[in-house]
């Protein structure tokens, strides 16, 4: 098992829609989680931290599952701008960096 | 603050040639990476500096040299640079991971290059 994987998408979604992004890590020990944003030809940026009971930040969600090793992505009422890549990150099984997926691509149309 | 700085934006080297790419940041993060991103194959750690003075492989550090030559700057050396090599090179720095996990990183605009 890769030590983080994500479906590679494309997402093709209009706006407003609601979309989720999965994530499965391989380190059960595991315990950093974030969700970075990259968009064309730019550096990747950090969009939210993961928590264990889970956290909001406006019409993101992200939600931890510590028993299957997954991590959740969801947008609400898509817009435009939220078309990027979406990176799900963990720390790797040395506990010594972070290990980024591939990411999942989506595009936002109208 | 300009966050993490990188230099140059773009080269093109023949295979053979040596170049260095700079990375500064002035967070006054202790760690600080460095990652190549090829297509299809996400961000793939090269080296890291945990702290001034200490330096660690990453996934893929064959054909690269590290230096931290201070708090604020960390370089990536290719020696002899191969067609395989080409790609975008992203500098991250962060501050120590704490107690409960890693902080976040913060990442400069990159540098891409092409070994022909």
């Known amino acids: 098992r890769k030590e983080v994987e994500q479906d590679p998408g494309p997402f093709n979604v209009p706006e407003g829609a609601t979309v989720a992004f999965n994530c499965t890590y391989s380190?059960?020990?595991?315990?950093?989680f974030f969700w970075y944003r990259q968009d064309c030809r730019k550096e990747p940026k950090l969009l939210m931290s993961?928590?264990?009971s889970g956290n909001e930040d406006g019409r993101f969600t992200a939600q931890l599952n510590r028993a299957s090793q997954y991590i959740s992505l969801l947008i609400r009422d898509s817009k435009l701008s939220d078309s990027a890549t979406y990176l799900c990150?963990?720390?790797?099984?040395?506990?010594?960096?972070?290990?980024f997926g591939k990411g999942t691509t989506l595009s936002v149309s109208s | 603050n300009a966050g993490v700085t990188q230099t140059p934006k773009f080269q093109v080297l023949k295979t053979g040639q040596s170049m260095t790419l700079q990375c500064a940041q002035d967070?006054?993060?202790?760690?600080m990476y460095w990652y190549r991103q090829d297509p299809g194959m996400g961000l793939r750690l090269i080296y890291y500096?945990?702290?001034?003075?200490?330096?660690d492989k990453g996934e893929v550090p064959n054909g690269y040299n590290v230096s931290r030559l201070n708090k604020r700057e960390f370089s990536l050396r290719l020696e002899s640079a191969a067609p395989s090599q080409t790609s975008v090179y992203f500098c991250?720095?962060?501050?120590?991971?704490?107690?409960?996990?890693?902080?976040?990183?913060?990442f400069g605009p990159g540098t891409r290059l092409t070994v022909l």
């Open positions: 991250a720095s962060s501050a120590s991971p704490g107690q409960g996990g890693y902080n976040e990183q913060f």
């Open positions: 380190n059960s020990a595991s315990q950093s």
């Open positions: 993961v928590y264990s």
């Open positions: 990150v963990v720390n790797n099984q040395a506990g010594t960096a972070l290990i």
């Open positions: 967070m006054n993060h202790n760690s």
């Open positions: 500096s945990a702290s001034e003075g200490t330096t």
